[in-house]
């Protein structure tokens, strides 16, 4: 199932659909309510990072290189929410310790204090050259 199956155009064009918990209640665990929200922090990640976030959450690579590339992190999302793979935690707080574990220190810091990303921002600006490495012999995922 992709992202785009859960809502309807309506309300998805509404955007009437209310995350179940908010980055203060770091404990609590997310649904796929919170998905608009999670995505907003997370949107300035690249692709590759976005595998290795998803990795580090418990996903599995083949399962993410499989995913639609074009939909990929409300995808990566959507499985880790729905506990795929080795997935065993979905809540806010997993989510910071796995953004931290693979150098996305600002976006963690941005969800403990509750603010977005500016979109136009990339995350390498905020992991200051601590990112996880990307895979393969040319860096490449």
Request: aromatic share 6%; net charge negative; proline share 6%.
């Amino acid at each position: 199932m992709s992202f785009h199956s859960l809502y309807t155009d309506s309300e998805e064009a509404t955007h009437s659909v209310q995350p179940t918990s908010q980055p203060a209640d770091k404990n609590a665990s997310l649904t796929t309510a919170d998905i608009p929200s999670i995505t907003k922090y997370l949107s300035s990640l690249p692709s590759p990072q976005i595998k290795i976030l998803g990795v580090e959450l418990g996903l599995d690579f083949v399962h993410l290189t499989n995913m639609n590339q074009e939909t990929l992190l409300q995808d990566m999302v959507l499985a880790w929410l729905r506990r795929d793979d080795y997935v065993r935690e979905t809540t806010w707080h997993s989510l910071i310790k796995a953004l931290e574990s693979v150098g996305h220190n600002g976006i963690a810091a941005n969800i403990r204090k509750g603010e977005y990303l500016p979109t136009s921002q990339h995350s390498d600006k905020f992991c200051a050259g601590k990112c996880k490495p990307l895979l393969g012999p040319n860096n490449i995922m």
